[in-house]
């Protein structure tokens, strides 16, 4: 019994490592070596790439029985980085407005950072019923809200162009439920504050350069 739920778990850490490296080597690079958006999203891609060719080499030598010469190499390179590249345009261009709480928080996922949206992207296949509530703002949107206005905020748009943060429905949802949601983005390196009360959410920010005490 122990052997069949050690071969399950090890299997599943197989399956998920490929997205883990993929965001949270992005994260890593945006943050601790201060890469621009793009060429810190392009890093956890080469890392992506670079891991499922390992996947097909092993496959191939376990069927072959030998690890194939230069040419095979290069193809399983090319698949490789056909299907991270389809996945990452996938995750950044499309987001199902089903997990969006509006018209408005589905168009202004787009402006959302790009390595923020691919993991929230990723985190649906997982959590279909994952409900994103609110994105960009502006400060007049406190004040409409009944708030305090934020001189401050993750989900104003940063110098580099993007919003910082993204807030995710957690009211009517379980805590154990929950308590994965917020785990997952702390394990990829976001940023997590839980509100709670009337309009309970979770708030997930990537750090700013412009802002970096906020959250």
């Known amino acids: 019994m122990l052997n069949w739920l050690f071969q399950i778990i090890k299997i599943l850490l197989l399956l998920i490592l490929p997205f883990i490296i993929l965001i949270r080597g992005a994260v890593y690079f945006y943050l601790a070596h201060d890469l621009p958006t793009w060429m810190a999203l392009i890093g956890g891609i080469g890392g992506t790439i670079l891991i499922l060719v390992l996947y097909f080499s092993f496959f191939y030598g376990r069927i072959t029985g030998k690890i194939g010469n230069l040419g095979s190499f290069k193809r399983r390179s090319y698949l490789a980085a056909i299907l991270v590249a389809g996945y990452c345009i996938h995750g950044l261009l499309f987001f199902s407005s089903s997990n969006a709480k509006s018209a408005d928080v589905r168009a202004g996922f787009n402006k959302v950072h790009p390595i923020l949206r691919l993991g929230a992207s990723t985190l649906v296949h997982l959590d279909r019923d994952l409900l994103i509530t609110d994105t960009d703002r502006v400060p007049e949107d406190y004040r409409k809200m009944g708030l305090p206005t934020k001189r401050h905020s993750l989900h104003y748009q940063q110098s580099n162009g993007f919003v910082h943060a993204i807030d995710i429905r957690t009211k009517g949802h379980s805590e154990t439920r929950n308590f ?16 709670v009360g009337t309009d309970d959410h979770l708030h997930v920010s990537l750090k700013s350069k412009d802002l970096p005490g906020s959250i």
């Open 180 to 195: 994965f949601l917020k785990t997952y983005f702390q394990m990829m390196g976001f940023n997590t504050l839980r509100h």
